[in-house]
Nanobody, 126 residues
Framework: QEQLVESGGGLVQPGGSLRLSCAASGFSLDSWNIGWFRRAPGKGREGVSCINESGRETYYADSVKGRFTISKDNGEGMVYLQMHSLKPEDTGVYYC???????????????????WGQGTQVTVST
């Protein structure tokens, strides 16, 4: 069964750090762009970051540039999102998904992605 499973979320104070993991099974990561998205309470799914098949190209939403880093280990079937200097507005459920288009990474449009995992909750609060 092809699936993605997110983990690593939690409660952190503003300014803190977390590392999210996205584990792929049933398919090879080196054939897919993988994106991280988040959904804040009462809002739609927002693109956060994306990494291409090889892992050599990365993309970020303006709101997280300089604070978040996406990486990929195709051999281990893992995609990571290292988050630093977290802010309350980073709170939400974080999902990873596969890019089924040729431009999903560039646009960070959730409609280009599918095969979502169950998500992992990130809460930034005092």
């Amino acid at each position: 069964q092809e699936q993605l499973v997110e983990s690593g979320g939690g409660l952190v104070q503003p300014g803190g750090s977390l590392r999210l993991s996205c584990a792929a099974s049933g398919f090879s990561l080196d054939s897919w762009n993988i994106g991280w998205f988040r959904r804040a309470p009462g809002k739609g799914r927002e693109g956060v970051s994306c990494i291409n098949e090889s892992g050599r190209e990365t993309y970020y939403a303006d709101s997280v540039k300089g604070r978040f880093t996406i990486s990929k280990d195709n051999g281990e079937g893992m995609v990571y999102l290292q988050m630093h200097s977290l802010k309350p507005e980073d709170t939400g459920v974080y999902y990873c998904g596969r890019d089924y288009s040729d431009y999903g990474c560039q646009t960070l449009d959730a409609q280009s992605f599918s095969s979502w995992g169950q998500g992992t909750q990130v809460t930034v609060s005092t």
